[in-house]
Nanobody, 122 residues
Framework: VQLAESGGGSVQAGGSLGLSCAAS????????MAWFRQSPGKEREGVAF???????GYADSVRGRFTISQDNDRNSVYLQMTELTSDDTAMYYC?????????????????WGQGTQVTVSS
């Protein structure tokens, strides 16, 4: 499975940004698609996931501000981020897992993109 993220960039605090992830190279569509992020000196953390049946889950830190969605026809997943703060500054990674469950744990995901940088300035 190949995952390619796009849409990162710089934004001021309080602003919005959208990320996209295009998945290819799989025979069976991954059950779970997720976004993780990692800041310098910190561990990679889960942000949100979406299951093939449409179920979603979010980290407490982003719930109510971020929305994950998917386009099954295009094999893509999206992350709409609003009310951004400097704490959201990180490299954002798209990840895929072939089976349930879709918990936001790094070790559960076996395919990763290269990442896209999001920088929020205050």
């Amino acid at each position: 499975v190949q995952l390619a993220e796009s849409g990162g960039g710089s934004v001021q605090a309080g602003g919005s940004l959208g990320l996209s992830c295009a998945a290819s190279g799989f025979t069976d569509r991954p059950y779970c698609m997720a976004w993780f992020r990692q800041s310098p000196g910190k561990e990679r953390e889960g942000v949100a996931f979406v299951a093939v049946d449409g179920g979603t889950g979010y980290a407490d830190s982003v719930r109510g501000r971020f929305t994950i969605s998917q386009d099954n026809d295009r094999n893509s997943v999206y992350l709409q981020m609003t009310e951004l703060t400097s704490d959201d500054t990180a490299m954002y990674y798209c990840a895929a897992r072939s089976t349930w469950p879709c918990a936001l744990r790094v070790y559960r995901y076996d395919a990763w993109g290269q990442g896209t940088q999001v920088t929020v300035s205050s």
